[in-house]
C-alpha cells in the first residue's frame, strides 16, 4: 500500500455535519422537573445497538469477530477499523468489501457487518489478539509486549503549535451533529497539523467512534495517518491509544485524563499524549518535542 505524506498531497476535508443514520437517535418522553414545576417534553436519546462483525476469505465461511455496542451509522467503517486496529487486518489491498447484511425481516434492525477478505481468515489468530486487549485478568506488561508485536513505533510527525491545539476542542465540539440533538454521545476528530478537521465520527463509545474515523481512512487508503492529529471525547484508555499507534497517529488529544497504561503505550510508541485540553492549558504526558510552546515566550516579552 503506497502511505500518504501530508506534506505534499492534501486530504480533501471530510464535511462533519454527514447525514444521520436513521437510528442514530431515539424518540423518548420524559418529565423535566424544575425548582418550582414539572413538566413533559419530548427528547432525544443516542441510539445504542449491538453490532456483530463477521469476517471471511474466499471460500470460508464468515467468522463471527466481535459485538460491540455502538450507535448506528458508518457500520462498515466500524467493522474495518476494527480490524484493523486490531492487528487483524494490515493492508488496504485486503479488504474485497464490508456491507451490512439484510435483516430477515422487511423492518427488522440489520446489525451485522460482513468483511469479505482477498486471503484466508485466521480465525486462530482472533483469540491471540483478544488475549492481550481484553481489560480483566492481563497484566501491564502483557499487554505492553503484545502491542510491540502488533505494529512498531510511530513515524517522527509533525511540530504543532500550542495555539493550534488549545483550538481543537471547539471544533470538534461545534461538528458533533449528534450530540447537539443528544447531549450523550462521545466524538473522534482526526485534524491536520494546522488544526483543520478532516473527519469526525460519534458515537456513544469513544473507541467505536476512533475505529470509525480510522475505518474510513483505511478505506481511502490514507493509512497511516502521518501528520495528524486524534482529537477524542473524554478520557485516554490503553485501547485507544493502541487503535491510534496501529494507525500510526503521531498525535493524540483527550479533553480528560488518560490512563497510566495510555501513557505507557504513548511513551513506548513514540506517540505524543496530551491531556486535559481545556481552555487554554492542557498537560503533555509523553513525547513533548512535537508541541511547540514558543508562542508562549512571545506572550511574556
Known sequence: MTSHDASTEPLPVRQAAEPLAARATVRAEVLVVGDREAHEQVDWLASEEPLEIRAHGPGQKPVS??????????????????????????????????????PRRARGACNIVQVALSGPFDGAALKRNFFATSSCGVCGKATLD?????????????????????????????????????????????????????????????HNAVDKLVGRMFLDGLVPLAGRILLVSGRTSFEILQKAAVAGVPIVCAVSAPSSLAVSVADRLGITLVGFLRGTRFNVYTHPERIDTTDLDSDRV
Open 65 to 102: 469477530v466481535a459485538v460491540t455496542m455502538r450507535t448506528p451509522g458508518h457500520d462498515p467503517e466500524l467493522a474495518v477499523g476494527f480490524l484493523h486496529t486490531e492487528g487483524l487486518v494490515r493492508e488496504r489491498a485486503e479488504v474485497v468489501s464490508a456491507a451490512a447484511c439484510a
Open 146 to 206: 503484545q502491542i510491540a508485536v502488533l505494529c512498531p513505533p510511530v513515524g517522527p510527525g509533525p511540530v504543532v503549535h500550542r495555539s493550534v491545539l488549545v483550538g481543537l476542542p471547539d471544533r470538534l465540539r461545534s461538528a458533533q451533529a449528534v450530540f447537539d440533538r443528544t447531549g450523550g454521545l462521545h466524538a473522534a476528530g482526526l485534524f491536520d497539523a494546522e488544526g483543520r478537521l478532516i473527519v469526525l465520527r460519534e458515537d456513544v463509545g469513544r
